[in-house]
């Protein structure tokens, strides 16, 4: 058979899809319903609730940021106008008025993603005509018009108070009274699994590809007979309705909400959480979504500096990780199965060496640096070890560990060709 005949097939294998799209979702869905069985404290179930609802908001963000090349800045405008429909829709319930008083609350998610759909509808018409750094600037400009109304419109975002409401009215749904942490454990967790399953299945549809395709090359989009557009516009709404989702989880949760969450904080905290996680990877919104909200709810515990650590984070993944997490796992996955996984492991160990050597040396550098600027202790005391901004000690690991750390992460990521 000559080359022109013969045929290659280019996509993935059957394993390779379970692996990279159902296996995720379904270990996922074990952890979720493993985690009562362990006995959580209080602590531990107010962070599980607060990543299940970003990891909603970031994959919403990711539909038209990693799917459609959208980059937009006024995403939290969908996930807070979505929150504040469900903040009004807990108090009509409670109030009874017409059907509202025999809507479940646990289906409260549902009014938040027709509320973010329907600003995105509305925000995106004039929005999506443009792509790039227009789309940009338009969604910044309107994320800071909608921050700046809502403190002028009191009757609808109940000024800097917000507005607040009770979850526990309505009738029950599965025995859940939604009083309990425990029974809110299992709200968050249904909407989280359901938010995955419906944004991953969006990914497989015509609408979901062209998405991909529009983003790679609109012209030929165009060419092949769709309005990119269109398409844009589309995806835009879908994106804006599923942050509404994640609005709603929030409300459901929080039972109050306020305009910082319309500003520009939860915007960008939500392109960090994806871009972190590997916005070319459905998964990787999950993954971003777990550690930045680990590291802002406990971080914050520990050290005065974590936003200073999260910057930093951000900006490696960016230069030198632009997959980010979900990326280096399966690039590690692919390694570890390649067919040399012992000479992968050795550069591997080598470059996890370095990054804990340079990260040794920025760890005391900031939180020496932090107690100095304030003013108080003066001195970083890491297992029991004296460190001050006095002392020579300090500024010899700072030193050693971090040009040994680059050194080490050189050597490990030198060519084959100078290694042999």
């Not at 952890?31 to 959580?40: C, E, N, Q, R, T």
């Not at 109304?149 to 526990?168: A, H, N």
């Not at 890491?382 to 080490?408: E, Q």
């Amino acid at each position: 058979m000559s080359d022109a005949t013969t045929t290659y097939d280019l996509a993935p294998s059957t394993g390779a899809k379970f692996r990279q799209r159902t296996l995720p979702i379904l270990i996922f869905a074990a952890i979720l319903l493993a985690i009562p069985m362990v006995g959580p404290s209080r602590t531990m179930y107010t962070l599980m609730h607060q990543m299940g609802i970003n990891i909603v908001f970031a994959l919403s963000y990711n539909m038209i940021l990693g799917k459609g090349g959208l980059l937009s800045f006024g995403h939290a405008v969908y996930f807070g106008l979505g929150g504040y429909l469900c903040m009004h829709a807990l108090n009509w319930i409670e109030d009874g008025v017409g059907l509202w008083g025999s809507f479940p609350v646990f289906f409260l998610p549902i009014v938040g993603f027709v509320g973010g759909a329907a600003a995105a509808a509305i925000i995106g018409w004039p929005s999506c005509r443009r792509a790039g750094t227009t789309f940009a600037m338009i969604s910044l400009g309107i994320a800071e018009l909608v921050y700046a109304g809502s403190y002028m419109f009191d009757s609808l975002f109940g000024g800097e108070q917000g507005v607040s409401g009770d979850r526990m009215n309505g009738p029950e749904m599965f025995g859940l009274s939604l009083g309990p942490i425990s029974d809110v454990y299992w709200f968050i967790a249904f909407w989280t699994v359901v938010g995955i399953a419906l944004m991953y299945g969006f990914t497989r549809t015509p609408l979901g590809k062209l998405s991909e395709a529009q983003r790679d090359n609109s012209q030929r989009v165009q060419f092949i007979g769709y309005n990119p557009q269109t398409v844009r516009y589309f995806v835009f709404v879908f994106a804006g309705g599923f942050a509404g989702v994640a609005g709603g989880m929030a409300a459901v949760n929080y039972e109050i909400f306020t305009p910082i969450n319309l500003s520009l904080a939860p915007s960008g905290f939500v392109l960090i959480m994806a871009y972190v996680g590997g916005i070319t990877y459905f998964v990787g919104p999950i993954f971003g979504a777990i550690l930045l909200t680990y590291m802002q709810s406990m971080m914050s515990d520990f050290t005065e500096a974590w936003l200073l650590y999260l910057g930093v984070l951000f900006i490696a993944i960016v230069m030198f990780a632009p997959r980010g997490i979900a990326g280096i796992v399966f690039g590690i996955w692919h390694g570890v199965t390649g067919p040399n996984p012992s000479a992968y492991l050795a550069k591997l160990m080598m470059q996890l060496g370095g990054i804990l050597l340079m990260l040794l040396g920025l760890i005391v550098l900031v939180e020496v640096s932090v107690r100095w600027s304030n003013g108080y202790g003066h001195v970083y005391e890491p297992f029991g070890i004296h460190l001050g901004h006095t002392d020579v000690l300090t500024w010899i690991i700072v030193l050693v560990a971090s040009v040994a750390g680059v050194a080490l992460t050189r050597y490990a990521n030198r060519p084959e060709e100078a290694s042999q």
